[in-house]
């Protein structure tokens, strides 16, 4: 089994409850949707370079596991499967034998983090597997996307009750926040949710006020670590 690999490399998790965990990430190419490009308004995907399928290397999973144990040798590093999408199309298959692989292996050694997380963009359906655990946007109007999502994802969210999974919103406007507390509710959600502000469009200290004024359960502000420290440099 092979598959199309952007890159793969060692940092810290830059989002969400894991932010600032050693991790390795294996970003796949492929990705279908065009986040937040309108007429008026460009893409503000964080990774361009990674939509095409065919962009990348042609990789297989001996390769994968290969460079992955390369950067963790102690097999302590958590693994996020990003993109790209990594449940889009083939990349789907790979990312679930790597995930596999690596549950195997983990829990049978008694090594940290044995689930790989995956970052996925919610349009893809997600899985009661037990070797993953999700990080799944929901796109808001201000995508252009949400036509694209899988309502069916929040009820599989639901029946795999891990404490480990996350929702993440980001947010272009008031709009797409308004339009996040009716999804909220609408689904019931009772899984972690984390906001995000697209940069350069909402100030993150005005998207503090708007969450705390409606305050979701089990909700947080998520600023990406890695531009903080780093900017918009790849592969850090
Ligand atoms: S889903 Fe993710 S990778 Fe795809 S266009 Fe949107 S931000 Fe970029």
């Known amino acids: 089994m092979f598959g199309k690999i952007h890159e793969i490399y060692s940092s810290i998790s830059g989002e969400g409850i894991s932010q600032g ?3 390795v990430f294996v970003r796949f190419a492929g990705c279908s949707l ?3 490009k309108t007429e008026s308004k460009s893409l503000w995907c964080d990774t361009p370079y990674a939509l095409g399928p065919n962009q ?5 999973v001996s390769n ?4 992955i ?3 963790d040798k102690n097999h302590g590093y958590q693994i996020l499967l990003t993109g790209g999408e990594p449940l889009e199309g083939k990349n789907r298959d790979l990312s679930i034998t790597i995930a596999q692989t690596i549950f195997s292996y983990r829990t049978k050694h008694g090594k940290p983090y044995p689930t790989s997380r995956v970052e996925t963009n919610g349009s893809e359906k997600i899985t009661l597997d037990p070797f993953f655990i999700f990080t799944m946007d929901y796109k808001l109007p201000g995508s252009g996307m949400e036509n694209r999502m899988d309502s069916e994802n929040f009820q599989i969210l639901e029946k795999r009750h891990n404490s480990l999974d996350e929702i993440k919103f980001v947010v272009r406007d008031r709009i ?4 996040s507390i009716e999804v909220i509710r609408e689904q019931k959600i009772q899984t972690n949710i984390l906001y995000s502000p697209v940069h350069g469009e909402v100030d993150a200290k005005e998207l503090v006020e708007w969450i705390k004024i409606d305050n979701p359960p089990k909700c947080r502000l998520s600023l990406q670590i890695h531009k903080v420290l780093w900017g918009n440099q790849k592969g850090v």
């Open 176 to 179: 797409d926040f308004e339009r």
């Open 69 to 71: 144990e390369t950067l």
């Open 21 to 23: 965990v050693p991790t």
């Open 56 to 60: 990348g290397e042609t990789k297989t």
């Open 64 to 67: 994968i596991m290969d460079e």
């Open 34 to 36: 065009r986040c937040g």
